[in-house]
């Protein structure tokens, strides 16, 4: 009986792992926009043409890359961020897996014109399907410039399912305002086909919310402050009268990387019980600070899903924290925290009155 069992070209191994990374245009957006905020950049340019199928380009002036590391960046598992296991659980960047360029690569035509400060040129690279097309000096500017074009090119049944243009672009504005709205300090523009659709300048984050979403929203922004010995939270609540049966704006950010839980949405919408019809939402942007090794980020592809060591004590701060400002635009005493940065949960009648203990 003959063998059966062999190892795949890592041509096709690199389309494999690629699907899991790579799912759609704002998946290349999204990773490429992570790499030049982890290079530094104070400016960042995303130009889109047709929803992203025929050209995505990310213009940055972050450090750069010498010649050596722009060829090795594109190889899989090939990163700066990490150097050992124990590093997962003190991340100080967006990436770290050392996937996603290798995975864009895969499945696009790539040139990268990159150049580190102190360097009179740059290194420019073409790939094309995983394969290096060439590498030569080229004059540049200091930062780093990629353009991804075809995407999926090779791998046809995936460029068939795409969704429409305006699906597509959707979904990279998606992506792009996950980004934006954690990192207000960077300027930021995006265009699609010649349109600009984002010019945002260097701010504070409720100018960057306001900016993103538009003015009419800044009026019902309650601010949240809170610091614990466990987690820092700041950002803004809605106000009770802001609650509308199909809310988009709920934003959840941790360490500045956006995460979607489930649980501590629940704790704000708790915390609006009795204030708010049912079945109505409020928007929120809430932003956590957490120390690194009290979370893991790596349990998902996407890095959205995040475990939290003590999550049910963050939960009651949350909710603790929520209460006291929508307490404090409802004129209702405000909640105390004790020197130990433990909130004191206050207890409710059914009427809304805070009980004292005993």
């Given at each position: 009986?003959?063998?059966?069992?062999?190892?795949?070209?890592?041509?096709?191994?690199?389309?494999?792992?690629?699907?899991?990374?790579?799912?759609?245009?704002?998946?290349?957006?999204?990773?490429?926009?992570?790499?030049?905020?982890?290079?530094?950049?104070?400016?960042?340019?995303?130009?889109?043409?047709?929803?992203?199928?025929?050209?995505?380009?990310?213009?940055?002036?972050?450090?750069?890359?010498?010649?050596?590391?722009?060829?090795?960046?594109?190889?899989?598992?090939?990163?700066?961020?990490?150097?050992?296991?124990?590093?997962?659980?003190?991340?100080?960047?967006?990436?770290?897996?050392?996937?996603?360029?290798?995975?864009?690569?895969?499945?696009?035509?790539?040139?990268?014109?990159?150049?580190?400060?102190g360097e009179d040129l740059g290194t420019q690279l073409t790939i094309s399907g995983s394969r290096f097309v060439g590498q030569e000096p080229c004059a540049c500017p200091v930062g780093s410039n990629f353009t991804v074009e075809n995407l999926f090119f090779n791998v046809p049944a995936r460029r068939k399912f795409l969704k429409s243009n305006t699906t597509e672009l959707n979904n990279i504005i998606t992506a792009f305002e996950r980004i934006v709205l954690v990192y207000p300090q960077i300027s930021f523009t995006l265009h699609s086909n010649g349109?600009?659709?984002?010019?945002?300048?260097?701010?504070?984050?409720?100018?960057?919310?306001?900016?993103?979403?538009?003015?009419?929203?800044?009026?019902?922004?309650?601010?949240?402050?809170?610091?614990?010995?466990?987690?820092?939270?700041?950002?803004?609540?809605?106000?009770?009268?802001?609650?509308?049966?199909?809310?988009?704006?709920?934003?959840?950010?941790?360490?500045?990387?956006?995460?979607?839980?489930?649980?501590?949405?629940?704790?704000?919408?708790?915390?609006?019980?009795?204030?708010?019809?049912?079945?109505?939402?409020?928007?929120?942007?809430?932003?956590?600070?957490?120390?690194?090794?009290?979370?893991?980020?790596?349990?998902?592809?996407?890095?959205?899903?995040?475990?939290?060591?003590?999550?049910?004590?963050?939960?009651?701060?949350?909710?603790?924290?929520?209460?006291?400002?929508?307490?404090?635009?409802?004129?209702?005493?405000?909640?105390?925290?004790?020197?130990?940065?433990?909130?004191?949960?206050?207890?409710?009648?059914?009427?809304?009155?805070?009980?004292?203990?005993?």
């Amino acid at each position: 009986m003959s063998d059966i069992i062999q190892l795949l070209p890592d041509s096709v191994a690199n389309q494999i792992a690629a699907g899991e990374v790579i799912q759609r245009p704002a998946s290349v957006v999204k990773e490429l926009v992570e790499n030049a905020i982890d290079a530094g950049a104070s400016n960042i340019n995303v130009i889109i043409v047709d929803a992203g199928r025929t050209s995505i380009q990310v213009i940055d002036d972050g450090k750069g890359m010498s010649e050596t590391d722009a060829r090795l960046s594109f190889e899989r598992h090939a990163t700066s961020k990490i150097r050992k296991a124990d590093d997962l659980f003190s991340l100080h960047t967006m990436g770290f897996r050392g996937e996603a360029l290798a995975s864009i690569a895969a499945v696009a035509q790539i040139d990268l014109k990159t150049r580190m400060e102190g360097e009179d040129l740059g290194t420019q690279l073409t790939i094309s399907g995983s394969r290096f097309v060439g590498q030569e000096p080229c004059a540049c500017p200091v930062g780093s410039n990629f353009t991804v074009e075809n995407l999926f090119f090779n791998v046809p049944a995936r460029r068939k399912f795409l969704k429409s243009n305006t699906t597509e672009l959707n979904n990279i504005i998606t992506a792009f305002e996950r980004i934006v709205l954690v990192y207000p300090q960077i300027s930021f523009t995006l265009h699609s086909n010649g349109t600009e659709l984002f010019n945002l300048r260097s701010c504070s984050y409720r100018q960057r919310i306001v900016e993103v979403f538009g003015k009419r929203l800044n009026q019902d922004l309650l601010p949240i402050g809170v610091d614990t010995s466990l987690c820092r939270i700041h950002g803004f609540v809605g106000k009770p009268e802001s609650a509308r049966k199909k809310v988009l704006q709920q934003y959840f950010f941790v360490n500045e990387r956006y995460m979607k839980h489930a649980y501590f949405h629940k704790a704000v919408m708790t915390a609006f019980d009795r204030l708010i019809p049912q079945g109505e939402q409020i928007p929120y942007f809430l932003y956590f600070e957490v120390p690194a090794e009290n979370i893991d980020v790596n349990i998902h592809p996407t890095k959205t899903e995040i475990k939290f060591e003590n999550e049910q004590a963050i939960w009651q701060i949350l909710l603790a924290s929520v209460k006291e400002a929508v307490g404090k635009f409802n004129d209702v005493p405000s909640i105390d925290f004790d020197t130990e940065g433990k909130p004191d949960i206050p207890v409710f009648n059914l009427m809304g009155v805070r009980l004292r203990r005993k």
